[in-house]
C-alpha cells in the first residue's frame, strides 16, 4: 500500500529546559540570550522537531533511534547535522521533502526576527527551498511550563514526495 502513495506526511514534537548562559541555538540560528536549552546536543528544539517530523513521514523511527543520547559522539553535537543525516536516510528510501510547517511556543524569545534566518538554515539542510519552510511563534498565554518561562516546545510537520 505505502508503495503506491506519492505523497506522505510526518509529525515531530520536541521541548527543552532553559538553563542559564547562552547563546541560545534555535531552527540553527544562533540567538544572543542569556539562556540556552539544555540538552544531550546542542538543544535546537526546532531541528530535533523537523528531525521527527521527516523521519517520521518516512516511518524510520525518530531521533531517539538514530542518535541515542547514551552515544558520547551525540554530546554537544551540532543538530543541523544530525537533521542532514536524517535526510540522507530518508533519501536513500526513495524521498525528498517538500514542505515543513513549524511551531514554536515559547514565551521567549520572539520567533519573528530570527524567521528568515531559520528558514534558510533548515531549508538548505533538507534540501527545500526556503518559501516551503514555514516557521511560526506563539506564545503559551502565560500557562504551564513554557508560561512560567522554564524551556520552549516544538511542534513540526512534514510532507515528503516520492523522488
Ligand atoms: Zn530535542
Given at each position: ?13 520536541d ?8 547563546p ?6 544562533e540567538i ?14 526546532i531541528a ?5 517530523a521527516?523521519?517520521g ?11 541515542p543520547?547514551?552515544?558520547p559522539d551525540?554530546r554537544?553535537?551540532?543538530?543541523i ?6 535526510v540522507?536516510?530518508v ?6 521533502v ?20 531559520m ?30 518561562g522554564?524551556?520552549?516546545a ?10
Amino acid at each position: 500500500m505505502a508503495e503506491r502513495l506519492t505523497l506522505r506526511t510526518g509529525i515531530g514534537y520536541d521541548s527543552h529546559r532553559f538553563e542559564p548562559g547562552g547563546p541560545l541555538v534555535l531552527g540553527g540560528v544562533e540567538i544572543a540570550s542569556d539562556v540556552h536549552l539544555h540538552g544531550h546536543s546542542d538543544g535546537d528544539a526546532i531541528a530535533h522537531a523537523v528531525t521527527d517530523a521527516v523521519l517520521g513521514a518516512a516511518a524510520l523511527g525518530d531521533i531517539g533511534g538514530m542518535f541515542p543520547d547514551n552515544d558520547p559522539d551525540n554530546r554537544g553535537r551540532d543538530s543541523i547535522e544530525m537533521l542532514i543525516l536524517a535526510v540522507a536516510a530518508v533519501e536513500r528510501a526513495g524521498w525528498r521533502v517538500g514542505q515543513l510547517d513549524v511551531v514554536v511556543i515559547t514565551e521567549t524569545p520572539k520567533i519573528a526576527p530570527h524567521r528568515q534566518s531559520m528558514r534558510e538554515r533548515i531549508s538548505a539542510a533538507v534540501g527545500c527551498d526556503a518559501r516551503d519552510v514555514s516557521i511560526k511563534g506563539k506564545t503559551n498565554e502565560g500557562m504551564g511550563f513554557i508560561g512560567r518561562g522554564e524551556g520552549l516546545a516544538c511542534l513540526a510537520t512534514a510532507m515528503l514526495y516520492r523522488a
